[in-house]
């Protein structure tokens, strides 16, 4: 798995803090120092003009087709949301990857973090409960 880059972390930190989550449970949701959750609420993702990547990015792709998303059993459906997707083209033109291939490595690695978060909690439910 790639590492975030600086500036993806930074609209994530960003997104967070619009939902009003505090410094320590993005720290904690991320991975990261409070510290680097600190710096980057002080230092905002950087402005990217729309119209410019638009004009470099490969032909625009409906909400659908960037989440790689259908509808049905198989798909799954998002409300529609201007500010998701100008995150997800924004994201999608810092990585330099098609968004639906952005949109799927996040979800990854956030289902990992919940995973190893619960893995993490079981295993100290266990050691709590066995017998000293």
Known sequence: MTVRSVEVRRIIVAHLTDRHMSVAEIADELGVSRETVRRDRLNPPPAVDEDEARAKA???????????????????????????????????WVHRRPAADVVEEMIRWHSKRLRERWLAQQEAEQSAQAPQ
């Not at 659908?64 to 083209?89: E, I, N, V, Y």
């Open 58 to 92: 490969k032909p625009a792709l409906t909400a659908k087709a960037a989440f790689g998303l259908t509808s049905g059993p198989q798909g799954l459906t998002l409300p529609p949301s201007d500010q998701l997707g100008r995150d997800l083209r924004r994201i999608a």
